[in-house]
C-alpha cells in the first residue's frame, strides 16, 4: 500500500493567492482528517470526514478555509485568499471503520504533510 | 473536552540510557492514547497505543508505555536509547470509538548524545 498521499509536498506563494491541497486516503479508510502543525500551536485538527460526510469543521480558523471529500478516495483543503499566518504544515491522516477491527480502527495513519509558505 | 499535557519539550539522553518521555492526560470520559514519532521533514508514525486492553503496552522500536488511570498518565519509555531513537515525539488522547480526531501535546523532541 502507498499509504497517504499528499500533493503538493511545498508549496510557496504570494498573500493573496488561491492554495489548493490535496489528499488520497489508503484504500479502504472511511475516515480522512486534516491537521494543521505550526511552532505555536502544535498540532490542531481542522476538520474530518466520515464516510466522505464532514463531522466537525470547527477547527477551521475561518471563512477563508474550505474543504471538500467529493469521493472516498481524495479530499482538498483550499485556502482562499491565503495569508502569511496560513504558513504550516498540513498534514492529512486516513483510518478504517472501527467495526472492520478493533486492533487497528483508532489507529490514524499520516501523510507526509504539505510545507506552505505564504509570503 | 479532552487536553494532554507533555512534560519538557526537549529531552536529552545518552546512548543506551533510559528513555522516559512523560504524558498526562485530562477527559471525561476512558481515553484511547497514543504516541506519535515524527523524524525530521516526515509524516508521523505510530509507535503504540491504548485501547483499554492491557494497561502495559509494547510499540515499536522497543518502546512501551504503560497507562496510569490513578495518576491520568501514559508515559512512553525505552530501556537504551539508540541514535536513531532522536525525533519529536507526540502523545495524543482520542474518544473511546473509532474515527474520531486525535488531541495532542506539543511534542517532546528527544536527542541522543554518543
Known amino acids: 500500500d502507498a499509504g497517504v498521499i499528499q500533493s503538493p509536498r511545498h508549496e510557496v506563494t504570494e498573500m493573496g493567492q488561491e492554495v489548493t491541497l490535496r489528499c488520497k486516503p489508503i484504500?479502504?479508510?472511511?475516515?480522512l482528517f486534516w491537521y494543521r502543525q505550526t511552532m505555536m500551536r502544535g498540532l490542531e485538527l481542522l476538520i474530518y470526514?466520515?464516510?466522505?460526510?464532514?463531522?466537525?469543521d470547527s477547527g477551521m480558523p475561518e471563512d477563508r478555509f474550505s474543504a471538500k471529500m467529493p469521493n472516498a478516495s481524495f479530499s482538498t483543503l483550499k485556502i482562499q485568499p491565503s495569508e502569511p499566518r496560513d504558513s504550516a504544515v498540513y498534514f492529512c491522516?486516513?483510518?478504517?471503520?472501527?467495526?472492520?477491527?478493533?486492533?487497528?480502527?483508532?489507529?490514524?495513519?499520516f501523510g507526509p504533510g504539505t510545507r506552505l509558505l505564504v509570503l | 473536552a479532552q487536553s494532554v499535557t507533555q512534560l519538557g519539550s526537549h529531552v536529552s539522553v545518552s546512548e543506551g540510557a533510559l528513555v522516559l518521555l512523560r504524558c498526562n492526560y485530562s477527559?471525561?470520559?476512558?481515553?484511547?492514547l497514543f504516541w506519535y514519532v515524527q523524524y525530521p521533514n516526515q509524516g508521523l508514525q505510530l509507535l503504540l497505543k491504548?485501547?483499554?486492553?492491557?494497561?502495559l503496552v509494547k510499540g515499536i522500536n522497543g518502546f512501551e508505555a504503560e497507562f496510569k488511570k490513578s495518576e491520568t498518565s501514559f508515559h512512553l519509555t525505552k530501556p537504551s536509547a539508540h541514535m536513531s531513537d532522536a525525533a519529536e515525539y507526540f502523545c495524543?488522547?482520542?474518544?473511546?470509538?473509532?474515527?474520531?480526531?486525535?488531541?495532542f501535546g506539543k511534542g517532546t523532541r528527544l536527542s541522543v548524545i554518543a
Open positions: 491522516a486516513s483510518s478504517f471503520p472501527p467495526d472492520r477491527d478493533s486492533s487497528i480502527g483508532e489507529t490514524q495513519y
Open positions: 484504500s479502504g479508510h472511511n475516515s
Open positions: 470526514f466520515n464516510n466522505n460526510v464532514p463531522i466537525d
Open positions: 477527559s471525561s470520559v476512558p481515553p484511547y
Open positions: 491504548y485501547t483499554s486492553a492491557a494497561t
Open positions: 495524543a488522547v482520542s474518544l473511546p470509538s473509532g474515527n474520531t480526531p486525535l488531541v
